[in-house]
T-cell receptor, first 112, second 112 residues
Framework: GDSVTQMEGPVTLSEEAFLTINCTYTATGYPSLFWYVQYPGEGLQLLLKATKADDKGSNKGFEATYRKETTSFHLEKGSVQVSDSAVYFCALSDRGYQKVTFGTGTKLQVIP | DAGITQSPRYKITETGRQVTLMCHQTWSHSYMFWYRQDLGHGLRLIYYSAAADITDKGEVPDGYVVSRSKTENFPLTLESATRSQTSVYFC???????????FGPGTRLTVT
């Protein structure tokens, strides 16, 4: 079945540091890939998405590129802020379903 | 207010009791979902619904019941709560032909 593996956290960075959160996936077809973010005490919200190979999703300074050859969708940001502290979930949706498979989440803490 | 709401936000109940978690969305989205979020497991799908009166099991449906008599409501019932059902529950919705899911704020349920 489909699965998503992302790096375990927590990840602690100083403000303005470079961020990478690794994500790899297993899927039988050609999935769409997502990053969701969960701020403390809130539900998840879509951060960015990519629907086909080599697509780059971007939003709020975050980027991720759909790499079919390595089955990866790593999240990056050039300069993190304290307000980026949250839990980040990599996810995929495959086979035309509306269902989404989520990774276990990576907690990011940014310190001033 | 427009959006997706959940009630209650916090609930403490005893083992063996029945409890219902409510979910309401104002967008008329066709699809609705229930997830539970537990440390180390990320989000796991309990049930989903493609339209009013159409529901289907997700990854972890045992011990839960859902109904969807109206498009905007998707209640989740724990028929006889167990301690293993202590979790944070999220409701989500999505439009046809879109994999983006919109999440509610969550219900933190504690079973004692």
């Amino acid at each position: 079945g489909d699965s998503v593996t992302q790096m375990e956290g927590p990840v602690t960075l100083s403000e303005e540091a470079f961020l990478t959160i690794n994500c790899t996936y297993t899927a039988t077809g050609y999935p769409s890939l997502f990053w969701y973010v969960q701020y403390p005490g809130e539900g998840l919200q879509l951060l960015l998405k990519a629907t086909k190979a080599d697509d780059k999703g971007s939003n709020k300074g975050f980027e991720a590129t759909y790499r079919k050859e390595t089955t990866s969708f790593h999240l990056e940001k050039g300069s993190v802020q304290v307000s980026d502290s949250a839990v980040y979930f990599c996810a995929l949706s495959d086979r035309g379903y509306q269902k989404v498979t989520f990774g276990t989440g990576t907690k990011l803490q940014v310190i001033p | 207010d427009a959006g997706i709401t959940q009630s209650p936000r916090y609930k403490i109940t005893e083992t063996g009791r029945q409890v219902t978690l409510m979910c309401h969305q104002t967008w008329s989205h066709s699809y609705m979902f229930w997830y539970r979020q537990d440390l180390g497991h990320g989000l796991r799908l309990i049930y989903y619904s493609a339209a009013a009166d159409i529901t289907d099991k997700g990854e972890v449906p045992d011990g839960y019941v859902v109904s969807r008599s109206k498009t905007e409501n998707f209640p989740l019932t724990l028929e006889s709560a167990t301690r293993s059902q202590t979790s944070v529950y999220f409701c989500a919705s999505s439009e046809d032909n879109s994999y983006e899911q919109y999440f509610g704020p969550g219900t933190r349920l504690t079973v004692t």
